[in-house]
């Protein structure tokens, strides 16, 4: 990989993974305001959660939200997902995802993590309503040596059509456990974001 591409403030130590858009400019930002995600992972299932509400209504999402005066990004990370499911994990950090939309002066910065066990039982809330989807299908590299020992077949996929546009390049990385960087820009038309410029590398 050259550096052409690379989004503005992005390590040059990473090695791309995916990028769209290169013939546009990447926003200016002046700001930025600090958010988390957190995904969970229990054998071959992901815990995602349909946003009933608010920004991204309408998606599944990992649970997360704004970091609070105060509060590392972890400790949101863990305050967020119990408020928006119900339960706890040992969240790590899996990645950062800088995320810009059209007319907007300041860029999300949304610290990614993951956890491969929780306590507590998912529980819908007035945000999110929880559910299990099947990574048995989801193999990273298109392998599908991984299909038919889903301990879990009645389980849907990945829902990639009814989620940021941006995930399905960074999502099954970091199901492989690996950490990624990377930018997605969106313009708004009418009540729909789409993503126009991205570009997303694994951090080695
Ligand atoms: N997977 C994914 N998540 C994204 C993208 N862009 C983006 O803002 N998010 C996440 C980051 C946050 O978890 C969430 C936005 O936060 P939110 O809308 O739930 O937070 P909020 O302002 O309601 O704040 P809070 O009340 O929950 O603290 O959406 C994206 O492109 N992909």
Same mark, same amino acid.
């Given at each position: 990989? #050259?550096?052409? #591409?690379?989004?503005?403030?992005?390590?040059?130590?990473?090695?791309? +993974?995916?990028?769209?858009?290169?013939?546009?400019?990447?926003?200016?930002?002046?700001?930025?305001?600090? %958010?988390?995600?957190?995904?969970?992972?229990?054998?071959?299932?992901? +815990?995602?959660?349909?946003?009933?509400?608010? =920004? #991204? *209504?309408?998606?599944?999402?990992?649970? /997360?939200?704004?970091?609070?005066?105060?509060?590392?990004?972890?400790?949101? *990370? !863990?305050? @967020?997902?119990?408020?928006?499911? /119900?339960?706890? !994990?040992?969240?790590? $950090?899996?990645?950062? +995802?800088?995320?810009?939309?059209?007319?907007?002066?300041?860029?999300? $910065?949304?610290?990614?993590?993951?956890?491969?066990? %929780?306590?507590?039982?998912?529980?819908?809330?007035?945000?999110?309503?929880?559910?299990?989807?099947?990574?048995?299908?989801?193999?990273?590299?298109?392998?599908?040596?991984? +299909? #038919?020992?889903?301990?879990?077949? /009645?389980?849907?996929?990945?829902?990639?059509?009814?989620?940021? *546009?941006?995930?399905?390049?960074?999502?099954? $990385?970091?199901?492989?456990?690996?950490? &990624?960087?990377?930018? *997605?820009?969106? !313009?708004? @038309?009418?009540?729909? &974001?789409?993503?126009?410029? =991205?570009?997303? /590398?694994?951090?080695?």
């Amino acid at each position: 990989m #050259g550096a052409t #591409g690379l989004p503005p403030g992005m390590d040059s130590n990473l090695t791309e +993974l995916a990028k769209g858009g290169c013939e546009i400019d990447w926003q200016p930002y002046t700001q930025t305001r600090f %958010y988390t995600n957190a995904f969970i992972i229990s054998d071959d299932k992901l +815990l995602l959660g349909f946003k009933k509400r608010g =920004f #991204g *209504a309408n998606l599944y999402n990992g649970f /997360g939200g704004k970091v609070e005066p105060g509060e590392t990004p972890a400790q949101a *990370a !863990a305050r @967020e997902l119990k408020e928006e499911s /119900g339960i706890d !994990a040992p969240l790590e $950090h899996a990645g950062v +995802l800088i995320f810009l939309t059209e007319g907007t002066e300041w860029a999300f $910065h949304i610290d990614v993590f993951s956890a491969r066990s %929780y306590t507590g039982e998912p529980t819908e809330t007035d945000e999110m309503r929880p559910g299990w989807f099947s990574l048995s299908e989801n193999s990273i590299n298109g392998n599908d040596d991984r +299909l #038919g020992v889903s301990s879990s077949p /009645g389980l849907p996929s990945i829902p990639y059509s009814k989620m940021w *546009a941006d995930d399905i390049y960074w999502l099954p $990385h970091l199901v492989e456990g690996k950490k &990624f960087m990377g930018r *997605a820009d969106f !313009a708004k @038309e009418g009540d729909k &974001f789409i993503m126009r410029k =991205f570009w997303f /590398g694994a951090v080695c």
